[in-house]
């Protein structure tokens, strides 16, 4: 279905472009170009994604709060430079915040990004996104997500994002750059709606792209991580995500076709395991113990099962070579390799 798109009436260049765009393009459709708030609630049922620039006096958070809970995305659009304007947008919790020097096709990749999921279209062919994810405690998401790739990367193509807001770890991990990152890649996927293979690190048969790390600038928003998974998904037979704790990645976890939940093979570790589980949404986890120590895997494996209500699909044992591997950037130890492989196999 085409995305149908509110714009608010500026006179800045950004909104008679995206107009003109709209009306050569069958990409999206606008339907109302709103003087007023009200002309906008009063068409509710039409609409999908408003379009508002910051410079309007009555596009305030609480405005913008109004539209959300109306079910509408939001994209505001500041003038270039205008930082306290963007603020007031991000305030209000627009999904996207754009400055109006932007380009009107990547302001059509912004729309795109935003509109709800129901109305995007189907990509064709699209490969599987698998998630791996634990409680907080350094389970060991990374070595997982990482040797379950590497893995599956000999039978098809694979990609591997690291896509742990919180704490990206992946490019220290295998000692690559810390650019190009997944800003980058988010960047280029607005811009053409497809991925950049500059923005896309090898390592052996792997492709990766790393966490982005950039204290200074604004945090990557849910669209923008979820425009580069479809993105990858539409080119690879499958995606494999290095999602972090539970909370920092929920909307992509929730959105993922499989999960792995790392669990720490220590008591806190269950504990940990059986809050998340109890409040789990999305798909159904395969739960994979890391760490175990020798002799204690069917107490642990019992522990797991009864405190969770999963049965792990891979007991993974504490092995000194696999701290070893990862101190000296390498790729995980084979029998680390091995043990992950088996979840795939049982999931």
Same mark, same amino acid.
């Given at each position: 279905? +085409?995305?149908?798109?509110?714009?608010?009436?500026?006179?800045?260049?950004?909104?008679?472009?995206?107009?003109?765009?709209?009306?050569? +393009?069958?990409?999206?459709? *606008?339907?109302?170009?709103?003087?007023?708030?009200?002309?906008?609630?009063?068409?509710?049922?039409?609409?999908?994604?408003?379009?508002?620039?910051?410079?309007?006096?009555?596009?305030?958070?609480?405005?913008?709060?109004?539209?959300?809970?109306?079910?509408?995305?939001?994209?505001? *659009?500041?003038?270039?430079?205008?930082?306290?304007?963007?603020?007031?947008?991000?305030?209000?919790?627009?999904?996207?915040?754009?400055?109006?020097?932007?380009?009107?096709?990547?302001?059509?990749?912004?729309?795109?990004?935003? &509109?709800?999921?129901?109305?995007?279209?189907?990509?064709?062919?699209?490969?599987?996104?698998?998630?791996?994810?634990?409680?907080?405690?350094?389970?060991?998401?990374?070595? *997982?997500?990482?040797?379950?790739?590497?893995?599956?990367?000999?039978?098809?193509?694979?990609?591997?994002?690291?896509? /742990?807001?919180?704490?990206?770890?992946?490019?220290?991990?295998?000692?690559?750059?810390?650019?190009?990152?997944?800003? /980058?890649?988010?960047?280029? #996927?607005?811009?053409?709606?497809?991925?950049?293979?500059?923005?896309?690190?090898?390592?052996?048969?792997?492709?990766?792209?790393?966490?982005?790390?950039?204290?200074?600038? &604004?945090?990557?928003? /849910?669209?923008?991580?979820?425009g580069v998974?479809?993105?990858?998904?539409?080119?690879?037979?499958?995606?494999? %995500? /290095?999602?972090?704790? #539970?909370?920092?990645?929920?909307?992509?976890?929730?959105?993922?076709?499989?999960?792995? %939940?790392?669990?720490?093979?220590?008591?806190?570790?269950?504990?940990?395991?059986?809050?998340?589980?109890?409040?789990?949404?999305?798909?159904?986890?395969?739960?994979?113990?890391?760490?175990?120590? @020798?002799?204690?895997?069917?107490?642990?494996?019992?522990?797991?099962?009864?405190?969770?209500?999963?049965?792990p699909v891979?007991?993974?044992?504490?092995?000194?070579?696999?701290?070893?591997?990862?101190?000296?950037?390498?790729?995980?130890?084979?029998?680390?390799? @091995?043990?992950?492989?088996?979840?795939?196999?049982?999931?």
């Open positions: 279905m +085409t995305i149908r798109v509110a714009t608010v009436l500026s006179a800045r260049d950004w909104e008679p472009g995206l107009v003109a765009h709209a009306r050569d +393009t069958a990409l999206l459709r *606008v339907v109302l170009r709103a003087y007023q708030p009200s002309d906008i609630e009063a068409r509710a049922n039409e609409i999908d994604v408003v379009v508002a620039g910051g410079e309007i006096s009555w596009v305030t958070p609480r405005q913008i709060t109004t539209w959300r809970r109306l079910g509408f995305s939001v994209i505001g *659009v500041y003038p270039h430079g205008d930082t306290p304007s963007a603020q007031l947008l991000e305030r209000g919790g627009a999904n996207e915040v754009v400055p109006d020097s932007i380009d009107v096709a990547a302001l059509v990749q912004a729309i795109r990004f935003v &509109a709800p999921r129901s109305i995007q279209p189907v990509v064709q062919d699209r490969g599987t996104v698998t998630a791996v994810t634990g409680p907080k405690g350094a389970p060991g998401c990374t070595e *997982v997500a990482l040797a379950y790739a590497s893995t599956r990367a000999r039978h098809a193509s694979v990609i591997l994002i690291d896509a /742990d807001l919180d704490a990206p770890a992946l490019a220290v991990r295998l000692g690559l750059s810390a650019r190009p990152d997944l800003t /980058d890649a988010a960047d280029a #996927v607005r811009a053409t709606g497809t991925l950049d293979d500059q923005t896309i690190h090898r390592v052996g048969s792997l492709r990766l792209i790393t966490g982005s790390h950039r204290p200074n600038e &604004a945090p990557l928003r /849910d669209q923008m991580i979820s998974i479809e993105a990858a998904a539409a080119r690879f037979d499958e995606v494999v %995500l /290095d999602a972090g704790t #539970v909370g920092s990645g929920t909307t992509i976890v929730e959105e993922a076709d499989a999960v792995f %939940l790392v669990v720490d093979a220590s008591a806190v570790g269950v504990v940990r395991a059986a809050q998340v589980t109890s409040q789990w949404t999305g798909p159904q986890p395969s739960l994979i113990l890391n760490r175990v120590s @020798r002799g204690a895997a069917a107490q642990v494996v019992d522990a797991a099962r009864r405190w969770t209500g999963l049965d891979a007991v993974v044992p504490e092995r000194r070579q696999v701290r070893r591997a990862a101190t000296e950037a390498r790729m995980p130890d084979k029998r680390f390799i @091995r043990a992950v492989a088996s979840a795939g196999a049982r999931r």
